[in-house]
């Protein structure tokens, strides 16, 4: 498994919450359990006491993307640092069964989490995952969609550093009222321009 790979366990979570309109899907076992994808044996471990504990690590990474998104490298940094040394992980060179086209293993760096509990397993890869995306990037690569009232996490993977929305749907969105509001402008300017344009009337007394 490719490290970028674990960066996305981090936007995973954070967005199973949208503080702007108030909704929260971490409200469950199930729903911890879905956030793990394929990895169904670590799902496992999953107890009702996890769902507190990822709601507490997904306030910490957002706040990871908030100081980046604010442009403060040094904060995101110091967040991302303090994840880091309270869940550790330990890389190791993994093949698994996996053959490329000559038979040989198809080694690749994996995370080996160490956890106590679901929640540390999980915060450990999505923050080691989130330190190699911020280190191979930048930190102007941790985003916020800025799509109102969204603010949905995403990680900036486009050539050009251009990426503005967590998704085509965001971006199309704000699009749409970037659009109309130009067209209300337009309109308020044509109509201020056409009551000037009128000829002004005078009253006299007689």
């Known amino acids: 498994m490719e490290l970028a790979y674990y960066s996305d366990y981090a936007v995973r979570l954070v967005n199973t919450e ?9 409200t469950s076992v199930d729903a911890v359990r879905e956030l793990f994808g394929a990895n169904q044996q670590a799902a496992r471990r999953t107890t009702e006491a996890d769902v507190t504990r990822f709601r507490s690590v997904r306030g910490r990474l957002r706040s990871v993307f908030e100081a980046a998104d604010a442009g403060d490298e040094t904060l995101a940094v110091d967040l991302l640092n303090s994840l880091l040394l309270e869940f550790p992980v330990s890389p190791q060179i993994s093949g698994h069964d996996v053959r490329d086209e000559d038979g040989r293993p198809d080694w690749h760096m994996h995370l080996a989490d160490h956890p106590s509990n679901a929640t540390a397993g999980y ?79 005078s009253v006299t007394d007689r």
């Not at 702007?20 to 971490?26: C, F, M, Q, V």
């Not at 989130?130 to 603010?151: I, K, M, Q, W, Y």
């Not at 998704?167 to 309109?187: G, L, P």
């Open 18 to 26: 949208e503080p702007a309109r108030n909704k929260d899907a971490l």
């Open 123 to 201: 915060a450990a890869i999505a923050a080691m995952g989130l330190a190699f995306h911020l280190t191979s990037h930048g930190v102007d690569r941790l985003g916020l969609c800025e799509a109102s009232p969204c603010r949905n996490a995403y990680l900036d993977t486009s050539t050009n550093r251009s990426r503005r929305y967590c998704s085509d749907r965001c971006a199309t969105r704000a699009n749409v009222a970037a659009y109309r509001a130009r067209k209300r402008a337009e309109a308020d300017r044509t109509g201020l321009n056409a009551e000037s344009a009128q000829p002004s009337t």
